[in-house]
């Protein structure tokens, strides 16, 4: 499709951008698949600010030093352009666009994949088999040895049954092709070499009939699984059709490589780090006469059994999550006397804290080991028994413990870290001569610099039973590492700093490590959401003394506790001062910290104005760019239903994240951009969808009541009651941005209900 366009220099920009994306709206609903190219001049107006997905080729001046003349298509890298003299007596340069596209099947080599099948009836074999094995043979006094034993036995009778399959997947394949489809694509190539011009046609006829045949067995098959109730292989089929987060870009490692990336990702190995006044656990003897060891049942690892995820990746013993999980009755017993044995002896055995790291690209372009971030797999195994035990640890933390820590405390999200920080700021702002300055934090690899006999300290102060402390300590120290890229394989490693990224503790390990890091004077706040961690500074007069002072203080902690901050990913990105004046430099460890305009804090970007443009922008540009995966699910017919449900999980997810935090502070423009999208969707599915008004107003009294009944959450104390007990009581608000942020909004959506407000 070629759209021509020209808008006059005086035009309403606005307006004729709006006429533009809703006829080109209708044309890409009318060819999802095609090729669309939109040009002419353009003046001043910029296509990309309705439609973000297009890409505009013309890059050298058309008119004087101005690019005025704009061509615009929906593939990367299409064209290249070259400037030719003008035509005539134009005072505009002539363009010629060179193709510049590769295709996919050129430029993306097909992957051969080996595909370990365990069929149903393998899976009844393994089930026999388990259920009439006498488990007490592998019993041994070193529960190294006993798990060892267990764990190869297992492998070793999946491996029995087990198919292998190679199949290779070429990019372009379409995922309701078929063998039947395929041989009438030969005969259509053959007929049409053959030069048998009604042969041809006939081959051409029956090839369009075979594909819309395959096409709609396929949309059939997708609606039976969603009718079924099998979102897992209705998605699958989503993805495929719309090619949705595809990626089948590789990257070749070498052994050298492997081993290299080992040693870097081991690099906050510190087994010299100093660790005065510990006392630490060392034997299961002195744990003297423990009456809170934790024991298991077999119903309770029953239970984590069967909630595995069929298809989560094995470990480094090989065993999947599907074996785990259908034959959860058959192992449960034999894993429980395991589980408890360790826990009693507060032993890990190496087999169940060894990691696999999978090497995994930042992005495409690789400069250096950094630019590989380390996905760690350990044993399914191990992750359903750190499951049960993250429930016992739980069951100890006070609920007030570090209440600025928003991750693995109920009743709290993301949005409760962001609306927090926000209204600390804005509050302070109603006084006239503050400022308020937030520094986003990031450390390198923070799970990984965990000291542990630090760490049992701290859970020894907060009372865990002494069994417990010692298996934790047992669990972080002398771990074994490998680095492993497709057959590729380092030597092995072990570790005694730092939780792997991929166990289930981790999170909640570095929480714990981190609950004492609280600010020292109260004109600061400390902000976290497990290692993402903010310093609020709340400054009055431009006297920041203080928050330089708790800076220093938190990079000494960070020292004390072998956190090692980046500070090159270390923004000081707000600076809400009425004087634009800019402050004299931050520095940590003598190096400047970056001030930057917006930051993306939790998914959400703030900006030093205070406004929700750069937010907006953001988040309409994701969720126009997948409005296409939506028409292209509606030109292979899908069912409304299933339309419906795409468009909730994939669009509006995208456009309502954390919208009680920033909606009502939204500009009326921008409130627009997202209704245009919206409206789209609309036009595509075919059927009313919810506003995003509706949308903010009931997450808006949900998040609201949450927190009310919640009297642990930081902000409860802004819902009180009025001595009536039919009101909340409305926070005293100076200005507009305080007023439209969302604590005072939801307090007055609450006593705007006709019934009871809480």
Same mark, same amino acid.
């Given at each position: 499709?070629?759209?021509?366009?020209?808008?006059?220099?005086?035009?309403?920009?606005?307006?004729?951008?709006?006429?533009?994306?809703?006829?080109?709206?209708?044309?890409?609903?009318?060819?999802?698949?095609?090729?669309?190219?939109?040009?002419?001049?353009?003046?001043?107006?910029?296509?990309?600010?309705?439609?973000?997905?297009?890409?505009?080729?013309?890059?050298?001046?058309?008119?004087?030093?101005?690019?005025?003349?704009?061509?615009?298509?929906?593939?990367?890298?299409?064209?290249?352009?070259?400037?030719?003299?003008?035509?005539?007596?134009?005072?505009?340069?002539?363009?010629?666009?060179?193709?510049?596209?590769?295709?996919?099947?050129?430029?993306?080599?097909?992957?051969?994949?080996?595909?370990?099948?365990?069929?149903?009836?393998?899976?009844?074999?393994?089930?026999?088999?388990?259920?009439?094995?006498?488990?007490?043979?592998?019993?041994?006094?070193?529960?190294?040895?006993?798990?060892?034993?267990?764990?190869?036995?297992?492998?070793?009778?999946?491996?029995?049954?087990? /198919?292998?399959?190679?199949?290779?997947?070429?990019?372009?394949?379409?995922?309701?092709?078929?063998?039947?489809?395929?041989?009438?694509?030969?005969?259509?190539?053959?007929?049409?070499?053959?030069?048998?011009?009604?042969?041809?046609?006939?081959?051409?006829?029956?090839?369009?009939?075979?594909?819309?045949?395959?096409?709609?067995?396929?949309?059939?098959?997708?609606?039976?699984?969603?009718?079924?109730?099998?979102?897992?292989?209705?998605?699958?089929?989503?993805?495929?059709?719309?090619?949705?987060?595809?990626?089948?870009?590789?990257?070749e490692i070498g052994a050298s490589l492997a081993e290299k990336l080992n040693y870097f990702f081991a690099r906050f190995e510190n087994t010299s780090f100093p660790t005065t006044n510990i006392t630490p656990i060392t034997s299961p003897a002195e744990f003297g006469s423990d009456t809170q060891i934790l024991t298991l049942q077999e119903q309770q690892v029953r239970t984590?059994?069967?909630?595995?995820?069929?298809?989560?990746?094995?470990?480094?013993?090989?065993?999947?999550?599907?074996?785990?999980?259908?034959?959860?009755?058959?192992?449960?017993?034999?894993?429980?006397?395991?589980?408890?044995?360790?826990?009693?002896?507060?032993?890990?055995?190496?087999?169940?804290?060894?990691?696999?790291?999978?090497?995994?690209?930042?992005?495409?372009? /690789?400069?250096?080991?950094?630019?590989?971030?380390?996905?760690?797999?350990?044993?399914?195994?191990?992750?359903?028994?750190?499951?049960?035990?993250?429930?016992?640890?739980?069951?100890?933390?006070?609920?007030?413990?570090?209440?600025?820590?928003?991750?693995?405390?109920?009743?709290?999200?993301?949005?409760?870290?962001?609306?927090?920080?926000?209204?600390?700021?804005?509050?302070?702002?109603?006084?006239?001569?503050?400022?308020?300055?937030?520094?986003?934090?990031?450390?390198?690899?923070?799970?990984?610099?965990?000291?542990?006999?630090?760490?049992?300290?701290?859970?020894?102060?907060?009372?865990?039973?002494?069994?417990?402390?010692?298996? /934790?300590?047992?669990?972080?120290?002398?771990?074994?590492?490998?680095?492993?890229?497709?057959?590729?394989?380092?030597?092995?490693?072990?570790?005694?700093?730092?939780?792997?990224?991929?166990?289930? !503790?981790?999170?909640?390990?570095?929480?714990?490590?981190?609950?004492?890091?609280?600010?020292?004077?109260?004109?600061?706040?400390? /902000?976290?959401?497990?290692?993402?961690?903010?310093?609020?500074? !709340?400054?009055?007069?431009?006297?920041?003394?203080?928050?330089?002072?708790?800076?220093?203080?938190?990079?000494?902690?960070?020292?004390?506790?072998?956190?090692?901050?980046?500070?090159?990913?270390?923004?000081?990105?707000?600076?809400?001062?009425?004087?634009?004046?800019?402050?004299?430099?931050?520095?940590?460890?003598?190096?400047?910290?970056?001030?930057?305009?917006?930051?993306?804090?939790?998914?959400?970007?703030?900006?030093?104005?205070?406004?929700?443009?750069?937010?907006?922008?953001?988040?309409?540009?994701?969720?126009?760019?997948?409005?296409?995966?939506?028409?292209?699910?509606?030109?292979?017919?899908?069912?409304?239903?299933?339309?419906?449900?795409?468009?909730?999980?994939?669009?509006?997810?995208?456009?309502?994240?954390?919208?009680?935090?920033?909606?009502?502070?939204?500009?009326?423009?921008?409130?627009?951009?997202?209704?245009?999208?919206?409206?789209?969707a609309e036009k595509v599915i075919g059927c009313t969808l919810p506003s995003l008004d509706t949308i903010a107003l009931q997450r808006c009294l949900t998040r609201a009541r949450t927190i009310s009944r919640d009297i642990y959450h930081p902000n409860h104390y802004l819902f009180a009651m009025l001595p009536s007990g039919k009101r909340f009581r409305s926070l005293s608000?100076?200005?507009?941005?305080?007023?439209?942020?969302?604590?005072?909004?939801?307090?007055?959506?609450?006593?705007?209900?006709?019934?009871?407000?809480?």
């Amino acid at each position: 499709m070629i759209t021509a366009v020209y808008i006059p220099p005086d035009a309403n920009v606005s307006l004729a951008l709006d006429h533009l994306y809703y006829k080109i709206s209708e044309q890409q609903q009318t060819y999802p698949e095609g090729v669309h190219i939109i040009a002419g001049d353009f003046n001043k107006a910029c296509l990309r600010t309705v439609l973000s997905k297009f890409v505009q080729h013309v890059k050298c001046p058309t008119r004087g030093n101005n690019i005025l003349d704009h061509v615009y298509t929906n593939i990367k890298q299409a064209y290249k352009s070259v400037s030719l003299p003008p035509l005539g007596k134009s005072d505009h340069l002539s363009l010629l666009l060179l193709p510049a596209y590769i295709p996919l099947k050129k430029r993306t080599r097909p992957i051969i994949k080996t595909i370990n099948t365990l069929t149903e009836g393998a899976i009844a074999q393994l089930q026999d088999c388990f259920a009439h094995t006498e488990w007490s043979i592998f019993e041994n006094e070193d529960l190294q040895i006993y798990t060892d034993a267990v764990l190869c036995y297992i492998k070793h009778c999946m491996d029995t049954v087990i /198919i292998h399959k190679q199949v290779r997947i070429y990019p372009n394949c379409k995922p309701w092709m078929t063998s039947k489809v395929r041989v009438l694509l030969k005969a259509r190539n053959a007929a049409y070499a053959s030069g048998d011009q009604a042969k041809y046609w006939r081959a051409r006829t029956d090839l369009k009939k075979g594909m819309k045949e395959a096409k709609m067995s396929y949309t059939k098959k997708l609606s039976q699984h969603l009718s079924a109730s099998n979102p897992r292989r209705v998605w699958e089929g989503l993805r495929h059709i719309t090619k949705y987060k595809d990626s089948r870009s590789r990257t070749e490692i070498g052994a050298s490589l492997a081993e290299k990336l080992n040693y870097f990702f081991a690099r906050f190995e510190n087994t010299s780090f100093p660790t005065t006044n510990i006392t630490p656990i060392t034997s299961p003897a002195e744990f003297g006469s423990d009456t809170q060891i934790l024991t298991l049942q077999e119903q309770q690892v029953r239970t984590v059994f069967r909630a595995v995820h069929q298809r989560k990746a094995a470990g480094p013993d090989g065993i999947p999550g599907k074996v785990l999980k259908n034959c959860a009755e058959q192992l449960s017993m034999v894993f429980t006397k395991l589980f408890n044995r360790s826990l009693s002896e507060a032993t890990v055995p190496y087999c169940l804290k060894s990691t696999t790291i999978a090497p995994l690209p930042k992005s495409t372009t /690789i400069n250096s080991l950094n630019d590989y971030r380390p996905i760690a797999l350990t044993p399914v195994v191990t992750k359903c028994f750190e499951k049960l035990v993250q429930k016992h640890i739980k069951d100890f933390l006070p609920p007030s413990m570090d209440p600025c820590q928003f991750l693995y405390k109920a009743n709290k999200s993301t949005e409760d870290a962001i609306s927090n920080a926000l209204h600390s700021s804005l509050q302070h702002l109603e006084n006239p001569g503050t400022s308020v300055r937030m520094l986003f934090i990031d450390f390198s690899s923070a799970f990984n610099t965990i000291i542990p006999n630090i760490f049992v300290a701290k859970l020894i102060n907060l009372n865990l039973p002494p069994t417990t402390c010692g298996w /934790i300590k047992d669990f972080l120290t002398i771990c074994p590492q490998a680095v492993r890229f497709g057959d590729k394989r380092s030597s092995t490693l072990m570790l005694s700093t730092g939780s792997p990224q991929g166990c289930v !503790l981790s999170p909640l390990l570095f929480t714990i490590y981190t609950h004492d890091c609280i600010p020292i004077p109260r004109s600061n706040k400390i /902000i976290k959401f497990a290692d993402d961690t903010t310093l609020v500074g !709340l400054i009055h007069n431009n006297d920041d003394a203080a928050y330089r002072d708790e800076v220093c203080h938190l990079s000494e902690w960070c020292d004390d506790h072998n956190l090692s901050l980046n500070i090159k990913k270390t923004k000081m990105v707000i600076d809400f001062r009425r004087s634009r004046n800019a402050p004299s430099p931050l520095c940590i460890k003598g190096a400047e910290v970056e001030r930057v305009p917006s930051f993306k804090f939790l998914g959400i970007y703030i900006s030093e104005d205070l406004s929700w443009t750069i937010n907006t922008t953001a988040l309409v540009k994701k969720a126009q760019q997948r409005l296409y995966f939506l028409r292209v699910l509606k030109w292979n017919r899908l069912q409304t239903n299933l339309l419906v449900s795409f468009y909730r999980a994939v669009i509006e997810s995208v456009m309502t994240y954390a919208i009680p935090v920033w909606y009502a502070g939204c500009t009326v423009a921008d409130k627009n951009r997202y209704q245009r999208v919206i409206r789209a969707a609309e036009k595509v599915i075919g059927c009313t969808l919810p506003s995003l008004d509706t949308i903010a107003l009931q997450r808006c009294l949900t998040r609201a009541r949450t927190i009310s009944r919640d009297i642990y959450h930081p902000n409860h104390y802004l819902f009180a009651m009025l001595p009536s007990g039919k009101r909340f009581r409305s926070l005293s608000c100076r200005t507009d941005r305080l007023r439209k942020s969302f604590f005072p909004w939801a307090i007055r959506t609450l006593n705007g209900q006709k019934n009871q407000p809480y």
